[in-house]
C-alpha cells in the first residue's frame, strides 16, 4: 500500500504544474459560467413554476458536474495512466518493481480520483451558492428573500441538492476513474479516443435506450441515484412515464450504489489483470 | 553492503526459448544455463539482445520454452524483481524531476520507507559520481550524468543481480573508464552482471565471459579467448590493391595461405584481389617478404572483417551450414 501512495505523491507533485492547475481551475469554472450563462437568461427559468425550477436545476446540475466535470477530471489522469509512461519510455522502470504495475495504476486511478472529486467539490459547492442565493432564480419560489420561511426552504434545498451532488460526484468520479484505466490498460496507444467514443456511444447513448442493456452502464445508475436523492417528491411521477421508467434503475438507493461500486470493482480488477498480462517493453518497435 | 551467498541453481536458464514478435522472430530456440557471474551478451544491431534482456526480466513472454531466473520464473515475479536491477539502453527518466528525487521514488516503489529512501537515493548518487548534480532537473544532464543516474536507480536496492542494456552507448573514453570502474566496485560484493552491448572491447573491460547472439540465434558462448580464437577459425576476408593481384593470388593459393581468392574491382575501377583466409596471423607474418621476393608493391589491405558484425555474419553462415 505505501507504493501506491508512493505514485499517488509522486504523481499528485508532477501535476502540481501551471498548466496542469489552470486545467484544474477550467473544470472547476466550467459548471459556474454555464450557470452564470443560464442566470443572464433568467427569464426563462423565472417564468417556469418553483417545482420546475428545482428540477431543471438538479438535471441542469447532474449533467455539470457528475457527469461532466468528474467523467472530464478523472477521464485526463486516468485514460493516458498507461500511455503516458510508454510515451517517456518510463514504464520499465516502474514495472521492474515488485509489484510496480499494480502500485502504478492505482496510484494513478487514486490520483485521477481525487482530482476529479476536488475539481467537482469546489465547482457543486460555487454553483450551489450562485443559485441558492441569487434573487432571480428565487423569485418564482413561494417564498424570497426577506421571508424568513423562503430562506428556510432554500436553504434546506441547497443542502439536499449540495449533499445529492457530492455523493453522486464521489460515485462519478469513483466508477468512470476506473473505467477509463480499463479502457487505457486495453488500448494505451489510442487511450484518450477510445474513451471519448465509449463514453459517447455507451454512456451517453445506450444509457438511454430503454433495454436491459443500460443496466450495464454507469450513467444509468447514477441518473437512477440522482432522481431518488434530489427529486424525492416528483420521481413517483418520473417514474410513472413509460420512456422514464426504462432508463431510471426502480430499486433502492443501495442497490444502485451496490451496482456502482461492483462496477468499479470489475473495472479496476480488469484494468490490473490486462496491463500485468501485457508486454509492453518501453523499447521501441524496432528494438528487437 | 549484503554480501550474497554463491547460488547452488544457474543464475539464467533458457530452455528451448523462442519468442516471436507476430511472424518476426526476436529470439530462436536458445537453451543455456550461466552461473553467477560477469556475463557480456554481445551481438550487432538487431540481433535480439533487447528480446532476450526482456525476457530476463519478465517483460516479455517466451512464446515457447521456459526462462528462469535466480532459479524462479521472472513474469510478474515480485520477489524476484528485489533481487534484480535493470538498467534500460534508452532514457525514459521523468526530465523535470531532480535526479534523487526519481530515484528515492524508485526506491520507494522498491519497497524503501520515504526516508530511508531519499538517504540511500543520496548515498547511491554519491556512489555513481553524482552529488553535485542530484538536485537538478533531469532535463539539465548530460548524457553520462543521465547513464549514470541510470545505474544509480537499478543498483540502489542493492540487486543480486544487474541487467545492463548497452551500459557505454553514447559515454565518452573518461566516461567510459568510471563506468567500468563502478561496475567492477558492484561486481566486488559477490553480485552478477549481464550487460548487453554491440561491441566486444567496451564490454571486455567489464567480464571475460560472453555470450554472442545474432539474428536472434545463440551462436556462442565462452572467455574473451575462446571468442578470439574464434575470429581466428572464421575465415576472413581481405581485400588486396596491388600492382599485380593476379600473380599475388596466385602465389598465396600456391603457398596454402588462402581459402579461397577471386578478383574484384574497387571503386576506381582498379582489380582488386580478394581473398578468404583461415590463417591471418601466418598471412601478416608473411605478407611483406612475399611482396619483397616477387617484386610486387601493394597500395591498399584491408580487412571487409574487422568488425564484430562480420564475425556474427560469419558464425551465422556456419550455423547454417553455408561455410
Known sequence: MSQVWAVFGYELRRNLTPWRIGAWLALVSFPVVIVLLVRFQGEIVTNMPRSTIDTVWSVLFYMLIPCVCCALGVFLNAAPAIATELEQRSWVYLATRPHGVVCLLLGKYLLAVVWGVTAAVVSVTLVTLLIGFDPLFTAAAPGTFGNDSGIGQRVQWMARIWFTMIRLCLLSSVAYGALYLLIGALFPRRAMVFCVAYTGVVEVILSLIPANINRLTVQYRLRSLMINWAEPEGQKEIRGNAFFRHVFAEGGNPEQILWLLLLTVVFLSAALAVARASEFTGASESDV | ?323
Open chain 2, 1 to 323: 553492503m549484503r554480501e550474497w551467498q554463491a547460488q547452488a541453481v544457474s543464475m539464467i536458464e533458457f530452455e528451448n526459448v523462442t519468442r516471436l514478435y507476430g511472424r518476426v522472430m526476436g529470439v530462436n530456440d536458445i537453451s543455456v544455463s550461466l552461473p553467477s557471474g560477469a556475463w557480456g551478451l554481445l551481438g550487432p544491431n538487431g540481433a535480439g539482445k533487447s528480446t532476450f534482456l526482456n525476457l530476463l526480466m519478465g517483460q516479455l513472454r517466451p512464446t515457447r520454452g521456459k526462462v528462469k531466473v535466480l532459479g524462479s520464473n521472472p513474469r510478474n515475479n515480485p520477489e524476484l524483481m528485489r533481487r534484480i536491477g535493470y538498467c534500460p539502453g534508452f532514457e525514459g527518466m521523468y526530465a523535470g524531476v531532480a535526479g534523487l528525487e526519481w530515484v528515492a521514488f524508485l526506491l520507494r516503489m522498491q519497497g524503501y520507507a520515504g526516508q530511508r529512501a531519499r538517504q540511500r537515493a543520496a548515498e547511491v548518487m554519491e556512489t555513481v559520481g553524482m552529488s553535485d548534480a542530484m538536485l537538478r532537473p533531469i532535463s539539465s544532464y548530460s548524457r553520462g550524468m543521465r547513464q549514470r543516474t541510470r545505474l544509480a536507480q537499478a543498483i540502489s536496492h542493492e540487486p543480486e543481480l544487474l541487467i545492463l542494456d548497452e551500459p557505454f552507448s553514447g559515454l565518452d573514453p573518461v566516461g567510459r573508464a568510471a563506468m567500468t570502474e563502478l561496475l567492477r566496485n558492484f561486481m566486488t560484493a559477490g553480485r552478477s552482471i549481464i550487460g548487453a552491448s554491440h561491441l566486444l572491447h567496451e564490454i571486455e573491460a567489464l567480464t571475460q565471459s560472453f555470450l554472442l547472439i545474432s539474428g536472434g540465434r545463440l551462436l556462442a558462448s565462452g572467455t574473451a579467448e575462446e571468442v578470439h580464437e574464434l575470429l581466428f577459425d572464421v575465415p576472413m576476408e581481405i581485400h588486396i590493391r596491388s600492382s599485380s593481384p593476379r600473380r599475388l593470388g596466385a602465389v598465396l593459393l600456391e603457398r596454402e595461405l588462402v581459402d579461397s581468392v577471386r578478383m574484384g574491382r574497387s571503386a576506381a575501377g582498379e582489380e582488386v584481389l580478394i581473398l578468404s583466409t583461415r590463417h591471418t596471423g601466418e598471412l601478416s607474418r608473411i605478407l611483406p617478404q612475399l611482396v619483397t621476393e616477387q617484386g610486387v608493391r601493394i597500395f591498399e589491405l584491408k580487412t571487409a572483417d574487422d568488425s564484430l558484425q562480420s564475425l556474427f555474419s560469419s558464425l551465422m553462415k556456419i550455423h547454417r551450414g553455408e561455410m
